[in-house]
């Protein structure tokens, strides 16, 4: 398992003001989406909020996949290399749940996870669900 480079346990979130800046982390790519994923549990998600969450980023790739699709079926490729690109320039919602599997059979839970695993409080998760969430 990869280790995170040191000092990133405690993020600060300086320069989010509000819950609509939390937009510009929404994920490009799978990594990204771990990030949302941390951010929304966080702030209290629930499991299949952030799984929606996380799928949208193949909404975003479908162009891409679309363009790369095509131009391998020009070229004489099939299903597998469909498969392949697929694969490449979207993320797994499948693979995605069953880290979050993992997750909680380990830590019991995301909130539990980000508290042990990632140094992130009860306090400080509750000081960002106080600071963005309407009351």
């Known amino acids: 398992m990869r280790e995170l480079p040191s000092g990133t346990r405690n993020v600060p979130f300086e320069g989010i003001e509000n819950a609509r800046d939390l937009g510009g982390l929404r994920m490009r790519d799978g990594r990204a989406g771990w990030g949302t994923a941390f951010l929304l549990a966080a702030i209290g998600a629930e499991r299949g909020t952030i799984v929606e969450d996380f799928a949208l980023s193949n909404i975003s790739y479908a162009p891409v996949v679309e363009q790369l699709s095509e131009k391998v079926l020009q070229k004489g490729g099939g299903e597998n290399e469909l498969r392949f690109i ?8 499948d693979n995605f749940e069953r880290g979050l599997d993992l997750i909680d059979g380990k830590y019991g839970g995301m909130d539990r996870y980000l508290e042990k695993q990632l140094g992130f409080s009860s306090s400080q998760q509750n000081k960002l669900r106080d600071k963005y969430l309407e009351k």
Do not use: Y
Not at 86 to 93: E, H, I, T
């Open 86 to 93: 697929r694969s490449m320039a979207g993320v797994s919602v």
